[in-house]
């Protein structure tokens, strides 16, 4: 029995259908950083911090890629903090500015997830895509979330 149909459904909707996917990415990335000590959202804020390493991320702008509350930021870079993989320094170009980038720490875990060792679950949640089943989603949920 698949998972829609387990629901009930005999043909869910869109929106059930993107919501059941959700879960199982969000199951997925749970399972692939619990090794690592890290609680979903604090993967998700280490993702961002490494997508953003090449450039200056203050703690502001991380609160607002994150949509969350800017105290709720700094208690999730507090716990990465904690765990080494990342670190807080003064902003080089605004003295009142925070901001944060990865350690060595943080940076070699980024290089597993560029090398595939730590996919954060996505490899495992659309195995059954095709390469180009992948990209013709990326490209139509991408077309949603902007619009």
Same mark, same amino acid.
């Given at each position: ?24 990415? /969000?199951?997925a990335r749970v399972a692939?950083?619990? @090794?690592?000590?890290? %609680?979903?959202?604090?993967? /998700?804020?280490?993702?961002v911090v490494l997508r ?15 949509h969350i509350a800017p105290?709720? +930021?700094?208690? +999730? ?9 990342? /670190?807080?320094?003064?902003? @080089? ?5 925070? +901001? ?18 730590? $996919? ?11 390469? $180009?089943?992948?990209?013709?989603? $990326? /490209?139509?949920? %991408? ?5």
């Amino acid at each position: 029995m698949s998972r829609t149909d387990e629901r009930g459904d005999d043909e869910p909707s869109l929106g059930r259908l993107v919501m059941l996917a959700a879960r199982r990415v /969000r199951e997925a990335r749970v399972a692939a950083f619990e @090794p690592y000590g890290l %609680a979903a959202h604090q993967a /998700r804020a280490f993702l961002v911090v490494l997508r953003w390493s090449a450039g200056e991320l203050r703690l502001s702008r991380l609160a607002e890629r994150l949509h969350i509350a800017p105290r709720s +930021v700094t208690e +999730v870079v507090d716990a990465l903090e904690e765990k080494g993989l990342v /670190r807080r320094s003064p902003s @080089p170009t605004d003295r009142r500015a925070t +901001v944060v980038e990865p350690t060595e720490a943080g940076r070699e875990l980024g290089h597993k997830l560029k090398r595939g060792e730590l $996919t954060g679950g996505d490899s495992t949640v659309f195995a059954a895509l095709t390469e $180009t089943e992948r990209g013709t989603l $990326t /490209r139509l949920l %991408a077309k949603v979330a902007d619009a």
